[in-house]
């Protein structure tokens, strides 16, 4: 068994590996090319996105920004995180506080890449420690990731700058070709995993969300392989939602234990109800319109089989750890 | 250590409305539920002396003011 501090380290082991500015460019300009037939995340709908044939999630080739800030609200290893929120989700969940307006493709000003890697290095010289790629889904904007560090590492190749400490806080519900393409960009992945069973995804994303768990458990499987060979990071956040204690909380719990204990997983218990989970009339969102009762937050911490054992800070992510001397 | 901290966030003047160190507005919602419990959605930094206030003893909010101090004095 390993101990959950030995293996935590074991992706800090390596130094991040960086990708080149030939790789960065020629996986730009492939991804921005497959647009014309999108399959970056599992729906797959190959919708021609360059001819603004709208695909499902509504987005085209163009990227919008509809919000960003400099935020202190993120796990405290990543802090100062600059958040920059991607316009376009393929995801409907019915408590998404970010909803209505990440919904929108073209909400807030259109992404220039130029002018955006040189403004990301210069909050890292000021001292911000990650570029929090959000959403929205960041994923549907892979080309425009790729783009803005093959432009980075031009602009700074004459001087000894280190690629962008890009986070890509994601839903995983991509192929599993977009995280190979983001090898070497993404030093960290920041993983929600929403939902313990199929039924709950199609009933709170939406119903066009299919074998969501087999998806972003491979995916994240996958992503933790990369980070292994390559130093970069992956953490699991799961939000605690009221009345799902026992078919999404308690199998995410489970299968991280399972399959991938070395891997952080921090449970958030500071679920509010947003979007249509909020309103007064809301159908069709269960319980979802209440905040979590004191019994469902020590429920989802209770130690499970597993051996994890929570450690509980009030108000903030959640950290996981397994017991001394367990796993 | 604590107090100095605080100072340090303290030193530059609070925004009229949230804002994060770029000088961005930021709509902060804070909720406060029946039984106590405080929600912040966004954190920007002259938000967590406010929330430190609420919470003295949270560990993990004081991680954050750590930081924006540590922050704030690069930027500075």
């Known amino acids: 068994m390993i101990a959950h501090s030995t293996a935590k ?133 892979l080309h425009t990731i790729l783009e803005i560090a093959a432009t980075h590492s031009e602009l700074y190749k004459d001087v000894r700058i280190q690629a962008l400490p890009i986070l890509l806080n994601s839903n995983f519900y991509m192929t599993p070709q977009v995280i190979d393409d983001l090898e070497g960009v993404a030093k ?38 990369q980070c292994q060979r390559t130093g970069a990071r992956l953490l699991v956040r799961h939000l605690v939602m009221p009345g799902h204690v026992d078919c999404c909380t308690k199998p995410v719990r489970a299968w991280m234990a399972e399959n991938l204990p070395e891997v952080e997983l921090h449970l958030m218990d500071s679920y509010v109800p947003a979007y249509r989970a909020a309103r007064t009339n809301a159908k069709g969102v269960g319980e979802l319109h209440r905040l979590l009762a004191a019994k469902e937050i020590l429920a989802a911490h209770a130690p499970t089989e597993s051996s994890y054992v929570p450690v509980t800070v009030q108000g903030g992510p959640q950290r996981v750890k397994p017991a001394r001397g367990e796993r | 250590m604590k107090q100095d901290m605080c100072s340090q966030l303290k030193s530059t003047s609070i925004a009229r409305v949230p804002q994060d160190d770029l000088g961005r507005e930021l709509t902060v919602v804070i909720r406060i539920a029946a039984d106590g419990r405080v929600y912040f959605h966004d954190i920007p930094i002259d938000m967590l002396l406010v929330a430190q206030a609420i919470a003295p003893n949270d560990a993990q909010l004081a991680l954050r003011v750590q930081a924006a101090a540590a922050y704030r004095s690069i930027t500075q």
Request: hydrophobic residues 40%; aromatic residues 10%; proline residues 4%.
């Open chain 1, 9 to 141: 380290s074991v992706s800090g082991l390596h130094k991040f590996v960086a990708a080149d500015l030939h790789t960065l460019r020629s996986r730009a300009r492939r991804v921005r090319e497959s647009l014309s037939s999108c399959r970056l995340c599992e729906r797959m709908c190959n919708v021609d996105r360059l001819a603004d044939a709208p695909a499902p999630c509504g987005l085209g080739a163009e990227t919008h920004v509809f919000k960003r800030h400099i935020s202190f609200a993120e796990e405290a290893e990543f802090l100062p995180s600059y958040m920059l929120y991607f316009a376009g989700c393929n995801f409907r969940c019915a408590f998404c506080v970010q909803a209505p307006n990440c919904f929108d493709p073209s909400r807030g000003p259109r992404a220039d890449v130029q002018a955006l890697a040189r403004e990301l290095q210069e909050l890292v010289d000021r001292g911000v420690k990650t570029i929090n790629l959000l959403g929205g889904e960041p994923s549907l904007h």
């Open chain 1, 188 to 225: 960290y992945y920041l993983a929600d995993f929403k939902f313990g069973s199929d039924a709950c995804a199609k009933g709170i994303a939406g119903g066009h969300i299919t074998q969501y768990v087999s998806v972003v458990t491979r995916n994240l499987s996958h992503a933790w392989a």
